[in-house]
Antibody
C-alpha cells in the first residue's frame, strides 16, 4: 500500500531555511491524479495546509506562506520536498506530507516530523 | 478565507452510546467537507469525504451528513478506540482549512 515518510532536521535556526523531504512508497508520484501536500500543525493550533504540488508539477501555496515556500517533486526518487525560507519561532510545528485526491481530500498521511525553530 | 468552527471543543460520552459532532463553515463549501480522526501519536485518518461518503475501510458506525455550511459527524456504539480528536476540513475553496477539532473523551 501507499506510504509516506517525512525526513529532515528537527531543529532549524531562526532566519534560515527549513528543508524537509517526503518519500512515497508503494506508488509512483506521477501515476494517478493526486496532489501531494504539506500540512503543518503548530503546538496547540489548527492544522494548516502549506501547499501542494500536482502530479504534473504545478503548485499551489497557501497565501499566508506563499512568499517563503517552495514545494517540488523528484520523480527519480519518488520524493516531494518542502523548503520554507526565513523561518521564525512561529514556524515551529509538526510537518506532515499527505496525498490529496481532487474529490476526496487527504486520504493518506505521513506520520509527521516535529521541527523546532531556535533563536 | 473560510473559517471552520467545530463544536463542542470537548465531548464526553459513555462507551456504547452515540456521539454527535458539529462543524460549521463561514460560507458554503457545498459537500466538499472531510472528517478525520486523530489518535495520540498517530497521523490523521480520513473517515468521511464528500460530507457523507465513508473512506475505504471505515466502519458504518461513522456517518456524515450536511451540506453548505452545516455538517455533522455521528459515531454510534462508541468503543475505546473511538475516543480521539476529530477534525473537519473544507476543500471547496483554497486555502483548504481545518477546524480546531473536537476531543471525544470517555465519560
Amino acid at each position: 500500500q501507499v506510504q509516506l515518510q517525512e525526513s529532515g532536521p528537527g531543529l532549524v535556526k531562526s532566519s534560515e531555511t527549513l528543508s524537509l523531504t517526503c518519500t512515497v512508497s508503494g506508488r509512483s508520484l506521477t501515476s494517478g491524479s493526486y496532489y501531494w501536500s504539506w500540512i503543518r500543525q503548530p503546538p496547540g493550533k489548527a492544522l494548516e495546509v502549506i501547499g501542494y504540488i500536482y502530479y504534473t508539477g504545478s503548485t499551489n501555496y497557501n497565501p499566508s506562506m506563499k512568499s517563503r515556500v517552495t514545494i517540488s517533486l523528484d520523480t527519480s526518487k519518488n520524493q516531494i520536498s518542502l523548503k520554507v525560507r526565513s523561518v521564525t519561532a512561529a514556524d515551529t510545528a509538526v510537518y506532515s506530507c499527505a496525498r490529496g485526491v481532487v474529490t476526496a481530500a487527504f486520504d493518506i498521511w505521513g506520520q509527521g516530523t516535529m521541527v523546532t525553530v531556535s533563536s | 478565507e473560510i473559517v471552520m468552527t467545530q463544536s463542542p471543543v470537548t465531548l464526553s460520552v459513555s462507551p456504547g452510546e452515540r456521539a454527535t459532532l458539529s462543524c460549521r463553515a463561514s460560507q458554503s463549501v457545498s459537500s466538499d467537507l472531510a472528517w478525520y480522526q486523530q489518535r495520540p501519536g498517530q497521523a490523521p485518518r480520513l473517515l468521511i469525504y464528500g460530507a457523507s461518503i465513508r473512506a475505504t475501510g471505515v466502519p458504518a458506525k461513522f456517518s456524515g451528513s450536511g451540506s453548505g455550511t452545516e455538517f455533522t459527524l455521528t459515531i454510534s456504539s462508541l468503543q475505546s478506540e473511538d475516543f480521539a480528536l476529530y477534525y473537519c476540513q473544507q476543500y471547496n475553496n483554497w486555502p483548504y482549512i481545518f477546524g480546531l477539532g473536537t476531543k471525544l473523551e470517555i465519560k
